[in-house]
């Protein structure tokens, strides 16, 4: 693919159902990758109605007082089910040296809010597993404590189905992008996806609590990149999500499309397997001036709902016991890319080894 000198402010827009009609030969979805990290994925099987119940069911969830909150909380297995509650995660990049190189340079107008303060994020999340448990030996066998369901009469019932349903829609979506991105990349289309069946694979809610960090300004989750192979979003009530295209170094305000979109970004384990051809996506979660704006319509539309800023995520990982071995062919082209942005004379980041090793050791690492 040619370097494009002058790339769109908006993300590309993948057409799922197009590429599901067939024949297999879109290029996009891997281009959009390679160039951005980041795609808006339409898909027609995606019901914004889904999207918004869950929506729904989450405010409420994280409207219950803190005490019943944390009866959720599984400190002792790590936090790998239930909730995690706010100033709990810190944003990594803080006290990593590459991380925070990148953002050195940037151009000041284009950088992430400051994250040196080390401070956690002000932000709550609860993991619900959408994994299945592999049918061989793994060399990784985790964690199979079961998914919290919250107690209160008011949500018991609606939980599961929810989630369930939600988190079907999106992890479906995601899958089938992956084939998309594979076939894009000259790869066999089930390369990717037969490398997540057994994934552990999360649906990963945020929820900000806005009465308290609802200032401009405030850092809700910190300059990141996300470890896990796709991430997958459903567009939030509230905006305030920028992302970082890997070619522009321009910081981008995130607009999903009503209706069936959903916002897709390159993992850390997508990198590495394809030698750094496809980088994972920065981002970090705001409160800039429209999130303020959209607080002010709320307010006056929906007095009666919590303000709370749900993230609809979802976490798409490859198998721990995966290979994550750079494709040869792809470490070419990613070579060829760095060669032909250097005689241009732009900056592509420093180089990076990525060694082999398993996706379970990955993770560990
Ligand atoms: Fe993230």
Redesign the pocket.
Known sequence: MAIQQELSMDLPVIDLDVFLAGPHDSEQAADALITYGALVLHDSRVSEDDNSTFLDLLEDYFAQPAEDLKTDERPELSYQVGVTLENTEKPKCAADEPCLKIIAKLDPAERPLDITAHSPDPKCRFFWRMSEKPPYETQFPGLNASNIVPKAESLRERWTPIMEQWGKSMKDAVANLAEMAAVGLDLPAETFREAGAYGPHLLAPTASDLVKYGEKDTIL?GF?S?LNFL?IHGRSRYPGLHIWARNTGKRIAVKIPQGNYLLVQAGKQLEHLTGGLIKAGF?EVVVNEKTISVIKSRKVQFPERPLVRISSTFFWHLNSDFDLTPIQGLVARAQAIRDEKAKLGQDDGEPVVYEPMKVGHHVQK
């Open positions: 989750a990141h996300d991430t981002h």
